[in-house]
């Protein structure tokens, strides 16, 4: 039997638990132990390799990036089997919107959804702290649709030519749009060099100019300032029954000879993520605890929200050039802000350029078939004008029900069950869902007209696919019947236990969520500290 | 993965990436592995092609016949050729170099040039011997199992390749090479007639080798920047400078 130990012990090592670990290494003397199941993936050295075998056959450029008998069922959209150091951030594309005031208090404003247990205000040094520890380059948008205490830490990713032509014409459509707020550096920033717009951010940046959080644990262990121990799952967290202080988690090594290991610390923080924080919770069940760790409220797993979107293509009479800077994008804030008068809908916009519909094609309309010159020549038509790829997330307010549960039927080699999950939209989302899905493709058919375009397509988010960017699973908030963490992502029932970053969370907003993941871990770091 | 399509700039990242052109790259087995032996992955990607091979060769006579040009075995009239005249259908995937140019020369366009022709092909030989058989699929957001890439099809192709040679012995008494422009187009014409696609499938998805030379050239950063008559080079790395600008004209566009 192994046995590791550490004052603080993270479990998890993504986005947040890097975050949080570089947070607490800051501002705290104490030690810090982060386990992770999986191994360190590709490292730096080789991901050009790895962009280029991607792109060539779509390869998965992150070698030995998941467990293979730990993964999760049921609706799992946003969700990725990536088991490995650094999490599924390695992979992701580095979009960093902030949620935005409205948010944190739906109940109040809307009277919908819950209030989270603290404001926009209170999380905005989170926020900016969040922002210069990972580099986020972005463009403040105008005050009133995007409040912030202080300015970006870099210079936003430029609008080039083509989104330049975007801008106007969504100027022309009355909607005030900015450079999507990003974790790519706009300009060399902590060591790493500009963004050379290889357009793979998602899933691989070869440069290093997009914020991974490898780069975070590599400072980290460079300095001595963290002790990381791969390859390790965490199956239990035992809890004292007389104090409910965690004393100690038990797992096994993840490599073929499985052996035991003992995990002891003064304080341990769950950092896995929506879907691992709340399924180590649940299968930590023992006499004492028999609805597993934390669970009290019965809310352990319940609540899994995210949101869903509307996309669509537009052809508009300009001319882009696609493939400038693909994956970089205009985004507004103007309808999440909006007040709302009758029926509740937020959502973000987000616009690209877009080669759809300008791409070669094998037949013509008339069926001839199309090689060499033919095939130039008509691609050649096609390549003119601009097409315009939209989107809009739209926020969905989470059931008690949505929820993550043990599935004894699919069980690791250790024996314990996987996690199943299962979103479900309150019924106040549920009532409102047809009419915020039309809402939305109006939205589009609009903006076409405004710029004498016409919509190529519209799309929905598949009902059967889950939600994206999910968050919950172990809610937080004031009133321990009610939620499993406080503000600060401790659990109301275990005084050393933390939650941190999504799954702590009450909502998802209707953006892109890793940034308030990152910051909502840092505030919970920041409550570690302070709890000494 | 979706196969069915080659991707655009500016599609979603979900879909699937945009192949272009590789250089030879050494790859290998686990980059993350510093200590990995290269001749593991070596063996493991040997083994896997040769299966592919042997699984390809018992396929052959079918792959043949989508075409309308299964291998005859006795040689029966002016035209007709003979398994002792055409290459056998072995279980190879060295793809014949002389047919595989000849449908370069009907498949690309004439624009790039003998030169570029010579290129393209090349470089779509050299992405097909560095194609690694199921290898693990990038499994971003979308999906939670992990998925692999396809079989090795060159095996396939290559058998289609013989079968283009024997269309063409029997459509114009003579080897794809050996016919001219305009019979190797009809010789093409005839051998992709059933293929039902109106858009060009992605390379690896491709049900015939010559569409797959085809979709691997037009995914390249230079077959774009043709068709968009100016330099953008999409999927290349380059400075942020000057990305504000209007791309620069380049072959006959008008600023």
Redesign the interface.
């Known amino acids: 039997m192994k046995t590791v130990s550490g004052d603080i012990i993270i479990i998890g090592s993504g986005i947040t638990a890097a975050n949080m670990a570089a947070h607490l290494a800051d501002n705290t003397t104490r030690s810090i132990t982060v386990i992770e199941a999986g191994?360190?993936?590709?490292?730096f050295r080789?991901r050009g390799?790895?962009r280029?075998?991607?792109?060539?056959?779509?390869?998965?450029?992150w070698?030995?990036d998941?467990v293979?008998d730990q993964?999760?069922?049921g609706v799992?959209?946003?969700?990725?089997?990536?088991m490995h150091v650094g999490g599924l951030a390695m992979?992701w594309?580095g979009v960093a919107p902030r949620y935005s005031p409205e948010d944190f208090t739906t109940r109040s404003l809307y009277g919908i959804g819950d209030d989270w247990p603290f404001t926009y205000e209170e999380l905005d040094p989170f926020y900016q702290e969040a922002e210069e520890r990972m580099g986020v380059a972005g463009e403040q948008g105008p005050p009133s649709l995007d409040p912030r205490g202080r300015p970006f830490p870099l210079p936003p990713?430029?609008?080039?030519?083509n989104l330049?032509q975007l801008q106007l014409w969504a100027r022309n459509a009355d909607i005030a749009t900015w450079s999507t707020p990003s974790a790519k550096n706009?300009v060399p920033y902590l060591g790493r060099p500009?963004?050379?717009?290889?357009?793979?951010c998602?899933?691989v940046c070869?440069?290093g100019a997009k914020y991974s959080p490898d780069f975070t644990w590599d400072a980290l262990l460079s300095t001595k300032k963290i002790t990381l121990v791969t390859e390790t799952l965490v199956r239990r967290l035992v809890a004292d029954p007389r104090t409910g202080r965690i004393v100690r988690a038990t797992g096994n090594r993840t490599d073929a000879g499985g052996e035991e290991v003992t995990i002891e610390g003064k304080t341990f923080v769950l950092a896995g993520g929506f879907v691992w924080s709340p399924h180590l919770l649940l299968l930590s069940r023992d006499s004492a605890f028999p609805n597993g760790l934390a669970n009290r409220s019965g809310l352990v797993g319940k609540y899994l929200a995210g949101h869903r979107n509307i996309?669509g293509q537009i052809s508009l009479p300009m001319e882009l050039?696609?493939?400038?800077?693909?994956?970089h994008s205009l985004v507004s804030k103007q309808f999440q802000r909006a007040s709302y008068k009758g029926k509740y809908l937020r959502h973000d916009l987000r616009i690209?350029?877009?080669?759809?519909g300008?791409?070669?094609?094998?037949?013509d309309d008339d069926g001839t078939?199309l090689?060499?010159?033919a095939?130039?020549a008509d691609?050649?038509q096609?390549?003119k004008g601009a097409?315009a790829?939209v989107r809009a997330y739209y926020d969905v307010l989470p059931d008690k029900e949505s929820k993550l549960t043990l599935d004894d039927t699919a069980k690791n080699r250790f024996g314990d069950p996987m996690p199943r999950v299962a979103f479900k939209d309150a019924p106040e989302s549920a009532a409102l869902r047809a009419w915020q899905e039309e809402e939305l493709r109006n939205l589009f058919r609009r903006m076409a007209k405004a710029g004498g375009g016409e919509v190529l397509s519209l799309a929905s988010s598949s009902n059967d696919?889950g939600q994206?960017h999910p968050t919950g699973g172990c809610r937080m908030g004031n009133d321990p019947s009610t939620s499993v963490v406080d503000g600060w992502g401790r659990a109301h029932d275990h005084e050393n236990l933390w939650v941190a970053g999504a799954p702590a969370q009450v909502s998802a907003s209707c953006c892109n969520g890793t940034l308030t993941f990152v910051a909502v871990g840092l505030r919970t770091a920041a409550g570690i500290v302070k709890a000494g | 993965?979706a196969l069915d399509a080659?991707?655009?700039?500016?599609?979603?990242?979900r879909t699937?990436?945009?192949?272009?052109p590789?250089t030879r790259?050494a790859?290998p087995d686990?980059?993350?592995?510093?200590n990995a032996a290269p001749e593991t992955h070596a063996s493991r990607r040997r083994f896997l092609k040769a299966a592919g091979a042997v699984a390809a060769s018992a396929a052959a006579a079918t792959v043949g016949s989508t075409v309308g040009c299964a291998p005859s075995t006795s040689g029966d009239g002016e035209g007709k050729a003979t398994r002792e005249e055409v290459p056998q259908a072995l279980p190879t995937r060295t793809l014949d170099r002389r047919t595989l140019d000849a449908v370069g020369d009907?498949?690309?366009?004439?624009?790039i040039g003998s030169a570029g022709r010579a290129q393209a092909v090349e470089a779509f030989v050299t992405?097909v011997d560095?194609?690694?058989p199921v290898?693990?699929?990038?499994?971003?957001?979308?999906?939670?199992?992990?998925r692999y890439?396809p079989p090795d099809p060159a095996p396939g192709w290559q058998s289609q390749l013989i079968g283009l040679d024997l269309l063409a012995q029997r459509m114009r008494q003579r080897s794809l090479a050996e016919c001219d422009a305009a019979q190797r187009?009809e010789v093409?014409?005839a051998a992709?007639?059933t293929?039902d696609?109106?858009?060009?499938?992605a390379p690896?998805g491709a049900p015939h080798v010559?569409?797959a030379l085809?979709s691997h050239w037009?995914n390249s950063?230079g077959?774009?920047d043709?068709?968009?008559?100016?330099t953008?080079?999409?999927?290349?790395?380059?400075?942020?400078d000057g990305?504000?600008?209007?791309?620069r004209r380049a072959f006959g566009g008008t600023a």
């Open positions: 191994r360190h993936s590709t490292p080789e390799k790895a280029d075998r991607y792109l060539a056959y779509g390869e998965n450029p070698s030995r998941h293979d993964n999760a069922l799992t959209y946003g969700f990725s089997p990536n992979h594309g990713i430029p609008v080039n030519y330049k706009s500009q963004c050379q717009r290889c357009d793979t998602y899933p070869p440069s996309g050039f696609p493939g400038i800077n693909a994956q690209w350029e877009s080669g759809v300008r791409n070669a094609r094998l037949r078939l090689l060499g010159d095939l130039l691609w050649k096609r390549a097409t790829r696919i994206e | 993965m080659a991707a655009a700039p500016g599609d979603t990242p699937l990436p945009q192949p272009s590789l790259l790859v686990d980059p993350s592995a510093s009907v498949v690309l366009p004439s624009t992405w560095e194609y690694d290898a693990e699929e990038m499994h971003g957001y979308g999906y939670a199992d992990v890439l187009l093409l014409t992709l007639a293929v696609a109106q858009r060009l499938p690896l010559a569409l085809l037009a950063p077959a774009w043709l068709a968009l008559e100016a953008v080079a999409p999927n290349t790395c380059r400075q942020l990305i504000d600008a209007k791309p």
